[in-house]
């Protein structure tokens, strides 16, 4: 598989991200590395989705810049990724688990997304494995860590950031592997409104439940998130189960813009995107009512 190049290498005053002085050592593999972070100012915000994903402009000075790209710690060393609030702590518990998974790591992830270099500037390709990566870990870690939201993050963050591949190199299948991580991402969503009902694994203290890094949707975010990807990813093999799914999202949907007031949990491009969320599966759920009569 091709390596995407995002363009030429910046010059020095042109870099859009940059070393933290302070040493990361790898909790997994006791190597030391330095984390890359995205210097202020390198973007211009777009349009957002209809799946809350903020778009951004090329600018002139930088060109294509994608904030997501960096957002999740890897070793380059051993590939453990992790939200960099767990990768200390959750590296440092785990540490035998992730140890032990290190050969299958790399293979695994190299299968798809290769060749890879989280020793040089991240570009589209590392971005989108570190994702993968981060959910090969999660999959290791206790409810403390929230690894079912966080996994479902990582899913529709891959998604995202395939589709940017594919918009790229559309010959090289990007667009099935952003697939994929669509319908991973669908599963850990329902999974992790079923695990805060039942108390199983709470998500509500978690710090920032995005979906995007730009803005912090909170609960009615996941709800809308597993409402849209149900709409867009769900099976639809089985009618009967579909239009019962579809009637929970709608209601789900319903309850997120029936006050009609902005407020912190709610704010205002939410409610704009619930209603057309929610017009849309009220089609579905008309369309499938007149096909039965």
Same mark, same amino acid.
């Given at each position: 598989?091709?390596?995407?190049?995002?363009?030429?290498?910046?010059?020095?005053?042109?870099?859009?991200?940059?070393?933290?002085?302070?040493?990361?050592?790898?909790?997994?593999?006791?190597?030391?590395?330095?984390?890359?972070?995205?210097?202020?100012?390198?973007?211009? +915000?777009?349009?957002?989705?209809?799946?809350?994903?903020?778009?951004?402009?090329?600018?002139? +000075?930088?060109?294509?810049?994608?904030?997501l790209?960096?957002?999740?710690?890897?070793?380059?060393?051993?590939?453990?990724?992790?939200?960099?609030?767990d990768?200390l /702590?959750?590296?440092?518990?785990?540490?035998?688990?992730?140890?032990? $998974?290190?050969?299958?790591?790399?293979?695994?992830?190299?299968?798809?997304?290769?060749?890879?270099?989280?020793?040089?500037?991240?570009?589209?390709?590392?971005?989108?494995?570190?994702?993968?990566l981060?959910?090969?870990?999660?999959?290791l870690?206790?409810?403390?860590?929230?690894?079912?939201?966080?996994?479902?993050?990582?899913?529709?963050?891959?998604?995202?950031?395939?589709?940017?591949?594919?918009?790229?190199?559309?010959?090289?299948?990007?667009?099935?592997?952003?697939?994929?991580?669509?319908?991973?991402? $669908?599963f850990?969503?329902?999974?992790?409104?079923?695990?805060?009902?039942?108390?199983a694994?709470?998500?509500?203290?978690?710090?920032?439940?995005? /979906?995007?890094?730009?803005?912090?949707?909170?609960?009615?975010?996941?709800?809308?998130?597993?409402?849209?990807?149900?709409?867009?990813?769900?099976?639809?093999?089985?009618?009967?189960?579909?239009?019962? $799914?579809?009637?929970?999202?709608?209601?789900?949907?319903?309850?997120?813009f029936?006050?009609?007031?902005?407020?912190?949990?709610?704010?205002?491009?939410l409610?704009?995107?619930?209603?057309?969320?929610?017009?849309?599966?009220?089609a579905?759920?008309?369309?499938?009512?007149?096909?039965?009569?």
């Amino acid at each position: 598989m091709l390596r995407i190049q995002t363009g030429k290498k910046p010059e020095k005053d042109r870099k859009v991200s940059f070393y933290a002085k302070e040493v990361t050592r790898c909790p997994v593999c006791d190597a030391s590395f330095r984390r890359e972070e995205l210097f202020s100012g390198r973007v211009s +915000a777009d349009e957002m989705t209809d799946e809350l994903h903020r778009t951004y402009k090329p600018m002139h +000075a930088f060109g294509e810049v994608y904030p997501l790209v960096y957002e999740i710690e890897v070793c380059p060393s051993c590939f453990y990724a992790a939200f960099r609030q767990d990768f200390l /702590p959750a590296g440092t518990k785990y540490t035998n688990e992730l140890n032990a $998974r290190i050969d299958t790591r790399i293979k695994e992830v190299q299968k798809i997304f290769s060749p890879l270099d989280f020793q040089e500037p991240r570009e589209l390709l590392e971005g989108a494995a570190s994702y993968y990566l981060a959910l090969m870990s999660y999959e290791l870690f206790s409810k403390e860590f929230a690894p079912t939201i966080k996994s479902a993050l990582a899913s529709v963050r891959a998604a995202w950031l395939c589709h940017d591949l594919h918009a790229k190199a559309p010959n090289e299948n990007w667009d099935y592997v952003a697939g994929l991580f669509y319908r991973k991402a $669908r599963f850990f969503y329902r999974l992790a409104l079923e695990n805060e009902l039942t108390g199983a694994e709470p998500y509500s203290t978690q710090r920032n439940l995005g /979906p995007d890094t730009d803005k912090n949707y909170g609960h009615e975010g996941v709800l809308y998130m597993s409402a849209i990807l149900e709409l867009k990813y769900g099976p639809s093999d089985d009618p009967d189960i579909r239009m019962e $799914r579809m009637k929970t999202a709608k209601t789900s949907v319903a309850r997120m813009f029936g006050f009609g007031k902005k407020n912190k949990s709610k704010p205002g491009p939410l409610l704009e995107k619930s209603r057309e969320l929610y017009d849309k599966i009220k089609a579905e759920i008309k369309d499938g009512d007149d096909e039965d009569e």
